[in-house]
């Protein structure tokens, strides 16, 4: 059944069409990927997540005239398309919406915009507000009511906690992990999961593993069930979350950590040599710089995640030219109905 919003909302260009032209759509954009650096694998077929799984997203909010209109962009717009139903949010988020509508309508008055980013954890729903109003005591006791009414275990405004009901918790592997505010999820639990056993898979034996652009410890926990890891990752808040989860849960094998900007100081070939297995899951801009430095290592295997196939293509091109051979790749659609797609490449000396 297509959304009501089909054709106005930008999120789902694709919801019309058949499953199986949709999802030929999507693995041949990372085939013309690879095909430009004259990359040739073995393509799987694309993993898709099944619809109402999204777990996060980042809406916009205007009250205007007293109607809030609260949803996402239009295409090729800034208009606010005000969003009634959505086949993607999780069931949980779409239901909080007329909540929000409320909120938004006595605490914008008489008029302004906002942005919100929802984010559904195992232990609740948390909001973050980007908006022009202060973190003033009257806001933040406002703030505090409706997050009591509307079952909001965390809100952050301007990047400050302001309220904090609960702790929003997620497990990874056989570890739970408190997110800190505003921290990079994986879109989907579901999508999270099957990463999760590509990488692991990709890296099953290694002893020694470099967990690049780590984050909150998507793979890091999943690996430290079998291997020691060293995790490394630029966000300082995300690294205390792993390290805090790392000393909370027994029977991982050790994991250490390392603020870094991998884009300007990836991990030379020396600090590499004791390892035997990397993970990267770089940002949409890739890691050619630490590819670089991979290409001329030793690691035995790599499990390279990636959210933008050229980007991939390109470092892929890299190592594959210092000696690896890319054995797979796996099309992971966590974007439904969207032009975008992740991927798991899985490299081998």
């Not at 990927?33 to 694998?41: N, P, S």
């Not at 780590?214 to 890891?229: H, N, Q, S, Y």
């Amino acid at each position: 059944m297509i959304c009501r919003h089909f054709a106005s909302c930008g999120g789902c260009s694709y919801q019309d069409m058949p499953d199986e032209a949709y999802r030929a759509l999507k693995r041949q954009s990372v085939a013309q990927a690879l095909k430009r650096f004259d990359i040739q694998t073995d393509l799987a077929e694309v993993v898709a997540v099944p619809p109402a799984t999204r777990r996060r997203a980042t809406m916009k909010a205007m009250l205007n005239d007293g109607i809030v209109l609260l949803g996402f962009h239009a295409a090729r717009s800034h208009d606010i398309v005000d969003v009634e139903e959505c086949r993607v949010l999780t069931p949980a988020l779409t239901a909080i919406l007329p909540g929000l509508r409320a909120m938004l309508a006595e605490l914008l008055a008489p008029a302004g915009d906002a942005e919100l980013r929802l984010t559904e954890s195992r232990s609740g729903i948390e909001l973050a507000l980007r908006w022009r109003q202060p973190n003033d005591s009257k806001t933040i006791a406002a703030l505090a009511r409706w997050a009591g009414k509307l079952g909001l275990i965390r809100i952050t405004a301007h990047g400050e906690v302001v309220v904090a009901l609960g702790r929003p918790r997620v497990r990874l592997g056989k570890t739970w992990v408190t997110l800190p505010p505003e921290a990079f999820l994986q879109p989907t639990a579901e999508g999270e999961k099957v990463l999760q056993d590509l990488v692991t898979a990709t890296l099953k034996g290694a002893k020694r593993v470099a967990d690049l652009f780590c984050g909150c410890g998507t793979f890091t926990f999943p690996l430290a069930e079998k291997a020691r890891v060293h995790a490394v990752e630029l966000d300082p808040p995300m690294l205390e979350a792993v390290n805090a989860a790392a000393k909370t849960t027994p029977g991982l094998k050790p994991i250490t950590t390392d603020k870094r900007n991998l884009f300007k100081r990836p991990l030379s070939a020396f600090e590499l040599k004791d390892f035997d297995g990397a993970c990267l899951d770089p940002p949409r801009a890739g890691a050619v710089e630490q590819a670089r430095v991979l290409a001329v290592s030793k690691i035995g295997r790599i499990a390279y995640v990636s959210c933008d196939a050229e980007s991939f293509a390109r470092d892929a091109r890299v190592l594959l030219d210092g000696g690896y051979r890319l054995t797979r790749v796996v099309p992971v659609d966590q974007f439904l109905w969207s032009s975008h797609i992740e991927l798991v490449g899985a490299f081998e000396r």
